[in-house]
């Protein structure tokens, strides 16, 4: 699996670092090189990692609930910097409030997410969709 590198981070004003951690391991133990950018990262922030170690996929959490804010446009900026084909996995709590979770994945794909994971999901749904994805 080397050279299949993802860009991990926790978007926008969320200082959520627990669960970053545990993916980060999570990924890492599953032969994935992980570039880990922590918390209240940008957008550009995950866009620049993911130039500069050309990585395969950007995996943005979010679970303060604003993550639907935070991710707008991403895809369009992922476009211009020439990496608009990079995988784009989000997951968490994405949205204030209770939601059908069917609806919210909605509107995360007709973001350019190609992914899109709920509250809870454990670190092996992603990684199985990363070795399908990726084609491992």
């Known amino acids: 699996m080397e050279g299949k590198t993802l860009v991990l981070g926790v978007i926008g004003a969320d200082v959520h670092a627990v669960g970053n951690?545990?993916?980060?391991?999570?990924f890492t133990q599953a032969g994935f090189k992980v570039i880990n950018i922590g918390v209240l990262a940008s957008q550009e922030e995950f866009i620049r990692a993911a130039?500069?170690?050309?990585?395969s996929v950007i995996m943005v959490s979010s679970l303060y609930g604003h993550g639907e804010l935070d991710c707008r446009g991403l895809r369009e900026k992922c476009q211009e910097s020439g990496i608009g084909d990079i995988l784009l996995y989000v997951g968490g709590n994405l949205?204030?409030?209770?939601q059908e979770f069917s609806e919210v994945e909605k509107r995360f794909l007709a973001m350019g997410f190609n992914r899109v994971y709920p509250p809870g999901t454990m670190p092996e749904a992603a990684i199985e969709d990363l070795r399908k994805d990726l084609e491992l």
Do not use: M, P, Q, S
Not at 21 to 26: G, K, P
Not at 51 to 55: H, L, N, P, V
């Open 21 to 26: 951690r545990i993916l980060d391991y999570a």
């Open 51 to 55: 130039i500069e170690t050309a990585a």
């Open 95 to 98: 949205v204030v409030g209770k």
